[in-house]
């Protein structure tokens, strides 16, 4: 694909059910980015991935949170124990490196609405 | 750790003027990259522009300029002859220059163009 895929684009789940997010990176990206958004609020880092390891958990807001990436390639976040205050836009970003000067490019996020 | 403030949460101009948005940071790191992203309603963030901190010339794309003050840690960005496209949420963000960095975002600006 031309750019970061991500779905489900829009998620509404009942509070204590499990969610998964997934993200597809442009191919041959080797750094990957999940951040969170929420209303009202700028993005705030989650994890990032180089390879299929995960030098940077450093976000995670809770052990409920986790993630994984498979094959160098698609991630997936996991939120188990859904909570209200886990509402948010996630999106997922990818880089050719993880240099600063590599761009991430974003993917269109997933919506998720905890009920 | 750094932190990212945008005074300004929303903001309008007509079309063909010229508008500055504001942004702020905090760092103790002499090295460091900025950028300015813009979210549309689509929620996909695209990078509008991106200054190194060790270059002393403003970066400029096209209508997109920046006025970066190291010293007063001061990082706008000035939209001449803005247009409806130009409609969107703004985000001033922060990098580290090591590697494996993430991007550290200010709460945004929502940005109005009217005719």
């Known amino acids: 694909g031309a750019g970061v895929s991500q779905s489900p684009s829009n998620k509404v789940t009942e509070k204590g059910k499990d969610v998964e997010l997934r993200c597809d990176p442009i191919s041959g990206h080797t750094a990957l980015y999940w951040y969170r958004q929420s209303l009202g609020q700028g993005l705030e880092f989650l994890i990032y991935?180089?390879?299929?390891?995960?030098?940077?958990k450093s976000g995670l807001p809770s052990d409920r949170f986790s993630a994984e990436r498979t094959g160098g390639s698609v991630s997936t976040l996991t939120i188990q124990r859904t909570q209200q205050e886990d509402s948010a836009v996630y999106l997922c970003?990818?880089?050719?490196?993880?240099?600063?000067?590599?761009?991430?490019?974003f993917g269109p996020g997933t919506r998720l609405t905890v009920l | 750790a750094q932190t990212v403030t945008q005074s300004q949460p929303e903001m309008s101009v007509q079309e063909a003027e010229t508008v500055t948005l504001s942004c702020t940071y905090d760092t103790s790191e002499s090295d460091y990259y900025l950028f300015w992203y813009k979210q549309p309603p689509s929620r996909q963030m695209i990078l509008v522009i991106r200054q190194e901190a060790y270059k002393q010339q403003n970066a400029t794309e096209n209508r997109f300029s920046v006025n970066f003050q190291k010293a007063a840690k001061s990082f706008s960005l000035k939209i001449s002859d803005s247009q409806l496209g130009d409609a969107a949420m703004y985000f001033c963000a922060y990098r580290s220059a090591g590697t494996a960095s993430k991007l550290t975002f200010g709460t945004g600006t929502r940005l109005q163009v009217t005719l």
């Open positions: 970003a990818s880089s050719l490196g993880a240099l600063p000067h590599n761009e991430q490019f």
């Open positions: 991935f180089q390879g299929n390891s995960a030098p940077d």
